[in-house]
């Protein structure tokens, strides 16, 4: 029997069938069914995502290792999507990086992305980030590239290197990071279309572009991205803000009304919910398991 595909195999046949892939944030493992009955071939794991939603923390590496490995567990238990984890700087030195790749290929990722802020890392679109210096990045590149226990498991490098040390430099970082073996460049906080042009011309890997919110980089579409030969689109946190959005309108009515029935409008039905879980067929199968010939059922 053919062994199935990994999950850094179906990542990697997800960037070369639809282009530029779009990658859905998924905060939770709920998400990730929504975003699979929407039609996307792969999943995020945001940092922030696993901070803001499962912690109530701010973006600022206060997570960690087994904190993002739970979710992952959680997201490729249920979803076949093939699924990119963000890990932020490694969470430690080179052993440390080396066990966050094993773990999470155990949990079921696909791919990782690893970046070059210094541990104390802040969100890639505030000011005030420090980098490590790109010999150190490299290492880190290496130290990941040498651990994953599947050949096709994507390491991706992310440079954080554009708002302070400009373009040439942040290009410069990327081609080293894919000498020292990253499969795809992340290139965070860009603000021009032609910067992603240049990113794109300079390193023969594929480039993904951070479309998050409220950020620095401009909500460029897929087509403008794509004719900028980016390769992959990522929503990061786009369906979290919208629920977290919906949330605070149905805490607040229920508050203020006394009633839920101004706001049921805005919520998923228990049938649409059914639905997205297969919640008949696993009652189809209890039935299938337990109901006794002749018996009450
Ligand atoms: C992509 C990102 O690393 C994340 O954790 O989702 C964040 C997203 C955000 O804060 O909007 C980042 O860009 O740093
Ligand atoms: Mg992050």
């Known amino acids: ?14 960037v070369e069938e639809e282009r530029p892939l779009q990658v859905a944030g ?3 493992a709920y998400s990730a069914l929504l975003a699979e009955r929407a039609g996307f071939r792969a999943l995020y794991l945001s940092g922030a995502g696993v901070a803001n939603a499962s912690y109530g923390y701010p973006d600022l590496g206060i997570t960690q290792l087994a904190d993002v490995a739970e979710d992952v567990r959680r997201i490729a238990d249920v979803s076949p999507l093939p699924l990119l984890v963000d ?4 969470w430690g030195g080179a052993f440390n990086i080396a066990r ?8 079921g990722a696909g791919a990782v992305h690893l970046e070059d802020q210094v541990q104390a890392k802040r969100c890639g679109h505030r000011p005030g980030k420090a980098l490590v210096s790109a010999s150190e990045m490299v290492d880190r590149v290496r130290a990941a590239v040498d651990a994953r226990p599947d050949p096709a498991f994507v390491i991706m490098a992310r440079t954080d290197a554009l708002a302070s040390e400009g373009l ?7 081609g080293r990071y894919v000498e020292a073996g990253a499969d795809m460049i992340f290139a965070e906080a860009v603000t021009e279309l032609d910067q992603y042009r240049a990113f794109t011309r300079a ?5 993904l572009a951070n479309i998050t919110e409220f950020g620095r980089t401009p909500l460029f579409t ?9 390769r992959l689109v990522l929503y990061p946190l786009s369906a979290f803000r919208a629920m977290s959005r919906a949330a605070e309108a149905v805490y607040a009515a229920i508050r ?4 839920q029935r101004e706001v049921l409008d805005s919520m998923q039905t228990r049938d649409e919910l059914y639905a997205v879980l297969g919640y008949h067929d696993y009652e189809r199968k209890l039935d299938e398991l337990f109901s006794r010939d002749g018996g009450e059922g």
């Open 1 to 14: 029997m053919a062994s199935p595909e990994s999950a850094g195999a179906r990542f990697r046949r997800a």
């Open 26 to 28: 998924a905060i939770n």
């Open 87 to 90: 890990i932020d700087t490694g």
């Open 100 to 107: 966050s790749i094993r773990e999470l290929t155990r949990a």
């Open 168 to 174: 040439e430099a942040a290009i410069d970082r990327a």
């Open 203 to 207: 390193v023969d890997v594929p480039v």
């Open 222 to 230: 897929v087509e403008e991205l794509g004719s900028a030969g980016v």
């Open 256 to 259: 203020r009304d006394g009633t």
